[in-house]
């Protein structure tokens, strides 16, 4: 009850009860608390010096990092106010209005800048955590300027993923660390943790000195309590004839980088769509995108049937070959150019029946619309009817929008561009990237970009890479006079090889 001097767990505070907290739990340096009489804290007799990186306002004058006057030469310049971390560290931070900074590990985007000095000789983890879906990158140098670069992290994978860069370290190096968005448009709070630290085997963080790192005692996970591999692959292991039979778990380790591992699974009745998973055996290594890898399904001649670079857990792969008969299949994983070594998996099969037209699309289907009836969207086999006649990725080639509109981005870094009529003299166009209904855009399989041209097919109206559902894009245009518009699709700038089915939805008003 408000009023009686207990903070309740549903009260902020409740007289002088303020759970523990304090006027630095709230970005303040110093200063007393106050209880309203409904009962929320009241921090107007809290002081301090605004830090503007925080995301807070620290000086109780309501303006926040960038829009605190005296931020104005912070925020023009990561490097004239760098805040300094102990060790260890965990703080919260925001790179909104904070100026572009030049960097190899990234295309330029807002970024903040702190330092840190090391008390502990071995490694040392800097832990970047987006609150948001905005693409974040941790980068580490000597110095506050980019030629003082040492190592990248990887890109944030979405709001809550920890992404984590681990490099050796000795007592009392000094290091700048840089937050930075991918590129220009993408800002966004965080939290970053910064700590120097020994090698312990079950912190669940991989050391050169470790084959592999995941939680003590566990049963059938890969990794010993000595954190060496178990592996359950047979080396050499590269082709069709020295091929593993696939077990399940299956353990194996890409090792040296080039490695190619093959696996045997048998299809005993068709039609069955075959799904090979590639997971982490340290933990979090595919969302810290330690782990990058391409899966290929291959028939019983070596002939390449699917083939995925991601698809699954972030940077890891899932490929799916359907409707395949009775027979022997090989799967063949490798790792994409610059993955740390040695990099351990394991590798999870999945064997399902299918049933094309009993209203449930399984993953080897595309769609299943109740039916076997081709040409209302979804064929007599389960695939899309794809209304695009490749090639569409010049102006001279682009097709002419009809709705349904169903589509592919394959292979690699294709281009698919559609012309629009507009009947004028003020029309509204709205175009959107969805996923038919198969939810991969908010699976991140489906990553777009679009952009709405002119009637000269160059001039840029409109651009959007994550607007719409997930991952998928929407843009809008008004007042659009009489013409013809161009609409381009590709893959987004963050996944530029990735192929996926998409349909594209315009309206014309």
Same mark, same amino acid.
């Given at each position: ?18 759970? =523990? ?32 990186? $925080? ?14 006057? *005296?931020?104005?030469?912070?925020? /023009? ?15 919260? @931070? =925001? ?31 800097? #832990? ?8 974040? #990158? ?8 980019? /030629?003082? *670069? ?22 009392? $190096?000094?290091?700048?660390?840089? %937050?930075?968005? &991918?590129? @220009? ?30 939680? +003590?005692?566990?049963?059938?996970? @890969? ?38 591992? %093959? #696996? ?10 075959l799904i090979a998973e590639i997971a982490d055996v340290t933990s979090a290594d595919c969302l810290n995108r330690r782990l990058d890898t391409i899966v ?17 857990? @972030? ?10 008969? &009775? ?17 351990p998996y394991r590798l999870d099969v999945t064997l399902v029946t299918e049933v094309c037209g009993d209203g449930t699309a399984t993953d080897g289907e ?51 561009? %559609?012309? %629009? ?33 002119? $009637? ?5 109206? &409109? ?5 719409? *559902? ?9 007042? +659009?006079? &009489? ?27």
């Amino acid at each position: 009850m408000c009023g009686d001097g207990v903070a309740d767990p549903e009260e902020a505070c409740d007289g002088p009860d303020f759970k =523990d907290a304090a006027c630095p739990s709230f970005g303040f340096d110093d200063g007393e608390l106050r209880c309203s009489d409904a009962c929320a804290v009241d921090t107007s007799g809290c002081s301090g010096t605004e830090t503007c990186q $925080d995301g807070r306002d620290n000086d109780g004058d309501g303006a926040v990092d960038c829009d605190e006057p *005296e931020c104005a030469e912070a925020c /023009a310049d990561m490097c004239a106010a760098p805040v300094a971390l102990p060790d260890p560290a965990q703080v919260t @931070g =925001d790179t909104r209005g904070h100026a572009i900074a030049e960097s190899a590990c990234t295309l330029g985007g807002p970024a903040v800048a702190y330092t840190f000095t090391a008390t502990t000789t071995g490694f040392l983890d800097v #832990v970047l955590t987006s609150h948001t879906d905005a693409a974040l #990158v941790a980068v580490l140098r000597r110095a506050c300027d980019a /030629a003082t *670069e040492l190592e990248c992290g990887g890109i944030s994978g979405g709001a809550g993923v920890d992404n984590r860069l681990t490099v050796p370290v000795r007592a009392g $190096d000094s290091f700048y660390v840089i %937050v930075s968005g &991918a590129d @220009g448009s993408q800002t966004g709070a965080f939290d970053l943790a910064v700590q120097s630290r020994t090698t312990v085997c079950g912190d669940d963080i991989q050391d050169p000195s470790e084959e592999c790192d995941n939680p +003590l005692d566990g049963v059938d996970d @890969g990794c010993s309590d000595q954190c060496r591999l178990e592996p359950t692959e047979f080396e050499p292991n590269d082709t069709i004839a020295t091929a593993n039979d696939h077990t399940a778990p299956f353990f194996a380790t890409i090792d040296p980088a080039n490695d190619k591992d %093959v #696996v045997r699974v048998t299809v005993p009745s068709g039609p069955t769509a075959l799904i090979a998973e590639i997971a982490d055996v340290t933990s979090a290594d595919c969302l810290n995108r330690r782990l990058d890898t391409i899966v290929e399904i291959l028939d019983a001649r070596g002939e390449r049937i699917a083939s995925r670079d991601d698809g699954g857990i @972030g940077l890891c792969s899932r490929a799916v070959a359907p409707a395949l008969s &009775a027979g022997d299949y090989y799967v063949r994983v490798t790792a994409n150019p610059g993955l740390e070594q040695p990099a351990p998996y394991r590798l999870d099969v999945t064997l399902v029946t299918e049933v094309c037209g009993d209203g449930t699309a399984t993953d080897g289907e595309q769609c299943d619309d109740g039916n076997t009836t081709s040409g209302d969207g979804c064929s007599s086999t389960c695939r899309f009817e794809l209304a695009e006649t490749e090639p569409n990725n010049t102006l001279a080639q682009a097709n002419a929008y009809s709705d349904p509109w169903l589509a592919e981005i394959s292979p690699a870094r294709d281009v698919d561009r %559609v012309t %629009v009529t507009v009947p004028g003299p003020s029309s509204s166009v709205y175009v959107s990237i969805t996923d038919n209904l198969t939810g991969s855009c908010m699976r991140g399989r489906l990553d777009s970009y679009i952009e709405l041209l002119d $009637d000269d097919g160059t001039t840029v109206i &409109a651009s959007d890479d994550d607007s719409g *559902e997930g991952y998928c894009s929407f843009v809008s245009a008004d007042d +659009l006079p &009489a013409g013809t518009y161009h609409v381009m699709i590709r893959a987004a700038e963050i996944a530029p090889d990735a192929t996926f089915f998409y349909r594209l939805n315009v309206t014309v008003l």
